[in-house]
């Protein structure tokens, strides 16, 4: 089986954001779809080991932030592959509170919504939850990032408690993966965004660069 079939499946790339008891929590999504229009309902694939997911299931309410194509790594990167058992991920963003009381992520975001949940559906790993759209509200009119494009183009890797998690094959000797959170560094695309252009070797790149998902120092990058 080529599981490289399954990139092909098109995704958006949100920010899930719930609270319960005053603790808020978000984290970065992939697999959300409508399910019906009347009345609109959304489904999220949530993995069971998430405090987002510990959370959702208490509080049984959430946001979704539709995150615009130019997000930086670093809001995916916080959302992705960051713990909220660890660090406060909402310290210095941008927010609001919803008709529901939950966080809203504005940061990067062309549209949210807000749903409260009427169905959960247990699926190993994780639990599809289904949920009611109580609110919606277009921010601007930027074009959407997709799962394709932050694989394809970003070089993002999915975190392993992803649904779309897919254990890459071993890639070329000039690339260089993020023992922290498996980024590769593919110099043939570089690191735009934090200013290493295409075509950059990993020895080239200047020592103060870190990973751009998750902040990890150049020492942690292993060649593959």
């Known amino acids: 089986m080529n599981r ?3 990139h092909k499946i098109s995704y958006g790339i949100y920010i899930l954001a719930t609270e ?3 603790k808020a929590n978000g984290q970065i999504v992939d697999s959300v779809f409508q399910v019906t229009a009347e009345p609109p309902t959304v489904a999220v694939s949530v993995n069971k080991l998430n405090l987002t997911c510990e959370y959702l299931l208490k509080t049984e309410k959430f946001s979704l932030s539709i995150l615009e194509k130019n997000t930086p790594m670093t809001l995916i990167g916080r959302f992705g592959f960051k713990s909220g058992r660890a660090l406060n991920k909402f310290e210095g963003i941008k927010l609001k509170k919803g008709i529901t ?7 990067n975001t062309i ?3 807000e749903a409260e949940v009427i169905s959960r559906l247990e699926v190993g790993t994780h639990i599809i939850l289904v949920g009611k759209v109580v609110e919606a509200e277009l921010l601007n009119n930027l074009e959407p990032m997709t799962y394709a494009y932050y694989h394809d183009v ?5 975190p392993k ?7 890459e094959e071993e890639e070329q000797l000039d690339k260089y993966v993020c023992k922290v959170c498996g980024y590769v560094y593919d110099p043939v695309a570089g690191d735009p965004d ?8 990993f020895a080239d790149i200047p020592e103060s660069w870190v990973c751009p998902v998750c902040g990890a ?7 593959q």
């Open 101 to 107: 009381g939950m966080p809203i992520v504005l940061d």
């Open 4 to 6: 490289e079939a399954l």
């Open 161 to 167: 408690t992803a649904p779309t998690y897919i254990k």
């Open 194 to 201: 934090d200013g290493v252009v295409a075509g950059t070797k």
């Open 20 to 22: 319960f008891e005053g």
């Open 154 to 158: 970003k070089k993002g890797q999915s």
């Open 111 to 113: 549209a949210y919504l």
């Open 217 to 223: 120092s150049k020492d942690q990058f292993e060649k």
